[in-house]
């Protein structure tokens, strides 16, 4: 059994920063591309951040760039989003999703595995 649990959401003033983790329990995810989405109300679920097995090749959505980072520890295996200069438009449900494949994809079909999700608010 597989299971991804996200934690370090909340509310946050807008300019603020929040850390999520990802836990993954089950199996090992060293050789598994992971990913984070997020998916506002109303709307579909939306690529942020994907990160190669090895933690040297990763994604990030045009929308976060610069401001969001995706890292993981292999050893832990945890997977993490560092979130800084928030804004209002980062409100989400943000989840954490791994791959069978070996590449990095932006298409939430594209993962396996799937957390509960962890919502995250920014107010303005």
């Known amino acids: 059994q597989v299971q991804l649990v996200e934690s370090g959401g909340g509310l946050v003033q807008a300019g603020g920063s929040l850390r999520l983790s990802c836990a993954a329990s089950?199996?090992?995810?060293?050789?598994?591309?992971m990913g984070w989405f997020r998916q506002a109300p109303g709307k579909e679920r939306e690529f942020v951040a994907a990160?190669?097995?090895?933690?040297?090749?990763?994604d990030v959505a045009d929308s976060v760039k610069g401001r969001f980072t995706i890292s993981r520890d292999n050893a832990k295996n945890m997977v993490y989003l560092q979130m800084n200069s928030l804004s209002p438009e980062d409100t989400a449900v943000y989840y954490c999703?791994?791959?069978?494949?070996?590449?990095?994809?932006?298409?939430?079909?594209?993962?396996?595995?799937w957390g509960q999700g962890i919502q995250v608010t920014v107010s303005s």
């Open positions: 999703a791994a791959r069978r494949g070996m590449n990095i994809d932006k298409r939430p079909l594209a993962y396996a595995y």
């Open positions: 089950g199996r090992t995810f060293t050789g598994n591309p």
């Open positions: 990160i190669y097995f090895s933690g040297g090749n990763t």
